[in-house]
């Protein structure tokens, strides 16, 4: 089930197209630096901005929330909001290719991210906001960074765990590493290639940190 407000943000990637579709035949009609940053804001902060109002309408809980239930999920609709970046991941990797453009970008969704950090132009950040990583960290090809995991419990419902990823100054994260919600990466770790950091693992510790609430996630 879900309520009203759920339903009314499951319709922005529709208005996303629209728009951008509207933008896109502005420029085309009227090329000028004018309908060529109205292209750009629509696509890249148009976006962000109507994630942080929800946000501040709706904060979102880390921990276990359940998202189809009786109550407006704030993660749910920051899902909506990112979803055309995940059907169009070339706009991202656009943003990758100019230095320093994707770290501030993901700032505006209100990730911390420090200065020098390198981005591959194949990659992907499932949480564009709930991000926190340090300073000249080293991102190879096809690292999967995820603030969430989703399953279903025995009675149907569905929930998701969010947490934030962490890591570290320094750090560096070979190819097709992947990095569940809750993890970490300590400053200065290299964490070789196709390694996993999961749901609250600390990378290099073998012991999973996991709450009580949360152990099923793992």
Do not use: C
Not at 79 to 84: D, L
Not at 103 to 112: C, D, E, F, N
Not at 182 to 198: C, D, K, Q
Request: aromatic content about 12%; charged content about 20%; hydrophobic content about 50%.
């Amino acid at each position: 089930m879900m309520t009203p407000a759920d339903r009314l943000f499951s319709y922005f990637p529709l208005l996303m197209t629209v728009l951008s579709l509207a933008a896109m035949g502005a420029f085309g009609r009227w090329p000028s630096l004018w309908t060529a940053a109205l292209l750009l804001f629509v696509i890249f902060v148009l976006p962000p901005i109507v994630h942080r109002i929800m946000l501040r309408w709706a904060p979102l809980k880390q921990g276990v929330n359940q998202i189809d239930g009786s109550k407006f999920s704030p993660w749910l609709a920051s899902h909506h909001i990112q979803a055309i970046y995940d059907a169009l991941p070339f706009l991202e990797s656009l943003l990758r290719v100019f230095p320093g453009f994707y770290s501030m970008w993901l700032r505006m969704w209100g990730s911390r991210i420090g200065y020098g950090v390198e981005w591959p132009v194949r990659m992907d950040v499932l949480d564009r906001g709930l991000m926190d990583i340090g300073n000249r960290v080293v991102f190879s090809r096809r690292v999967e960074l995820s603030a969430h995991v989703r399953k279903k419990s025995d009675g149907g419902r569905s929930r998701v765990l969010v947490r934030t990823v962490r890591i570290g100054s320094y750090a560096f994260l070979g190819a097709r590493v992947r990095v569940g919600p809750g993890a970490s990466v300590p400053s200065n770790a290299s964490v070789p290639e196709h390694a996993t950091v999961g749901v609250n693992e600390v990378f290099g510790d073998a012991v999973r940190h996991h709450e009580q609430a949360e152990a099923e996630f793992a």
